[in-house]
């Protein structure tokens, strides 16, 4: 196995040091075969906040000191936005011009200085590492580094702990640090557990990736999923993609509009486009005949305008 990969022990380090700051979401079942795993409950709204708290914990005084900086379409901004606030440390988050409302109004009610950079990730990496060398900020990256994926992995001990006889695990993938920290922290201990990544149809990085044996990028990402939409995997997730994810589907925006209008429907969640991906990908291997029991979706996330979510769950199906 590659010595590169984030370890078991490291995500239980994190698990410790991220309590009580982060929720223990609950699984919440829908029917007989597909289980939730609610991260749209957490404090900000997605699972990023495990990441960003196992970060900044890690961060020596004078790093803390000298403020930090990330880029993000929104979820990991709004994250380290307030992770930074609970740790007093001043944060400046680049987001794309594109940006939803609801996601930049969050980053800045926590306190954080936004830039509106672009409308692709590298456009907002390009523009926060100006700004981490201009100022002396320190980089919390939004998914390729191993603290960040440690702390997306505690959401994998917690669904084994919650859900001991689980046999798939359905888990959305932008940049891949939510499902290399899940496949790590469950496959180590469950081998048998199958992980299914799930990507929109419009940017499927990590599926490219796999064809090429690499991390490449795309030409764009397009997608209702606006926090998958990044165009290249990281180099450290497209490793533990590798290492210890089963399958990756791919599902369209009509099927993500329809999970999502499933999931208030059926579970009375509101769940943001991008955190209802996973339940589309399941809902599409029910519709084949494949979705076995047992079944869990991560619901990653539930920031949605009102507006936006209005016009899902009145659409008709």
Same mark, same amino acid.
Request: with cysteine; aromatic share 4%; proline share 5%.
């Given at each position: 196995m590659n010595s590169a990969l984030v370890t078991l022990e490291e995500i239980r380090a994190a698990d410790a040091r991220i309590r009580p700051l982060a929720r223990r979401t609950p699984t919440i079942d829908v029917d007989d075969d597909l289980t939730l795993k609610c991260e749209n409950f957490q404090p900000m709204g997605a699972f990023k906040i495990r990441g960003a708290l196992n970060m900044l914990g890690q961060l020596t005084e004078s790093a803390r000191?000298?403020?930090?900086?990330? +880029?993000?379409?929104?979820?990991? $901004?709004?994250?380290?936005?307030?992770?930074? %606030?609970?740790?007093?440390?001043?944060?400046?988050?680049?987001?794309?011009?594109?940006?939803? %409302?609801?996601?930049?109004?969050?980053?800045?009610? +926590?306190?954080?200085?936004?830039?509106?950079?672009? *409308? *692709?990730? &590298?456009? %907002?990496?390009? %523009?926060?590492?100006?700004?981490?060398?201009?100022?002396?900020?320190?980089?919390?990256?939004?998914?390729?580094?191993?603290?960040?994926?440690? $702390?997306?992995?505690?959401?994998?001990?917690?669904?084994?702990?919650?859900?001991? *006889?689980?046999?798939?695990? +359905?888990?959305?993938?932008?940049?891949? $640090? &939510?499902?290399?920290?899940?496949? *790590?922290?469950?496959?180590?201990?469950?081998?048998d557990v199958r992980i299914v990544g799930v990507e929109p149809a419009g940017a499927a990085k990590m599926t490219a990736a796999k064809a090429a044996g690499q991390p490449v990028t795309l030409e764009k990402g397009e997608s209702i999923a606006d926090g998958l939409i990044t165009v290249r995997p990281g180099e450290l997730t497209f490793e533990h993609v590798r290492a210890f994810v089963d399958e990756l589907v791919t599902v369209t925006d009509d099927a993500i509009a329809d999970a999502v209008r499933w999931l208030f429907r059926e579970a009375r969640l509101v769940a943001e486009p991008s955190g209802a991906a996973s339940v589309a990908g399941a809902r599409a291997a029910r519709a084949a005949g494949r979705l076995g029991p047992e079944t869990v979706a991560i619901v990653s996330g539930g920031n949605v305008g009102p507006q936006d979510f209005a016009r899902y769950i009145a659409a008709e199906p």
């Amino acid at each position: 196995m590659n010595s590169a990969l984030v370890t078991l022990e490291e995500i239980r380090a994190a698990d410790a040091r991220i309590r009580p700051l982060a929720r223990r979401t609950p699984t919440i079942d829908v029917d007989d075969d597909l289980t939730l795993k609610c991260e749209n409950f957490q404090p900000m709204g997605a699972f990023k906040i495990r990441g960003a708290l196992n970060m900044l914990g890690q961060l020596t005084e004078s790093a803390r000191a000298a403020g930090v900086v990330t +880029y993000s379409s929104g979820n990991h $901004g709004q994250a380290v936005a307030l992770a930074a %606030r609970r740790f007093g440390v001043t944060a400046v988050i680049v987001m794309p011009v594109s940006a939803t %409302r609801v996601k930049v109004d969050a980053v800045r009610r +926590y306190g954080a200085e936004v830039i509106l950079e672009g *409308t *692709t990730s &590298l456009h %907002r990496k390009a %523009r926060a590492e100006a700004e981490a060398a201009t100022r002396g900020l320190t980089m919390v990256p939004p998914f390729d580094h191993p603290w960040i994926i440690a $702390g997306q992995g505690t959401a994998g001990i917690e669904l084994l702990e919650q859900r001991p *006889t689980v046999k798939t695990v +359905y888990v959305p993938m932008g940049g891949g $640090g &939510l499902i290399s920290g899940v496949a *790590t922290a469950i496959k180590t201990q469950r081998p048998d557990v199958r992980i299914v990544g799930v990507e929109p149809a419009g940017a499927a990085k990590m599926t490219a990736a796999k064809a090429a044996g690499q991390p490449v990028t795309l030409e764009k990402g397009e997608s209702i999923a606006d926090g998958l939409i990044t165009v290249r995997p990281g180099e450290l997730t497209f490793e533990h993609v590798r290492a210890f994810v089963d399958e990756l589907v791919t599902v369209t925006d009509d099927a993500i509009a329809d999970a999502v209008r499933w999931l208030f429907r059926e579970a009375r969640l509101v769940a943001e486009p991008s955190g209802a991906a996973s339940v589309a990908g399941a809902r599409a291997a029910r519709a084949a005949g494949r979705l076995g029991p047992e079944t869990v979706a991560i619901v990653s996330g539930g920031n949605v305008g009102p507006q936006d979510f209005a016009r899902y769950i009145a659409a008709e199906p």
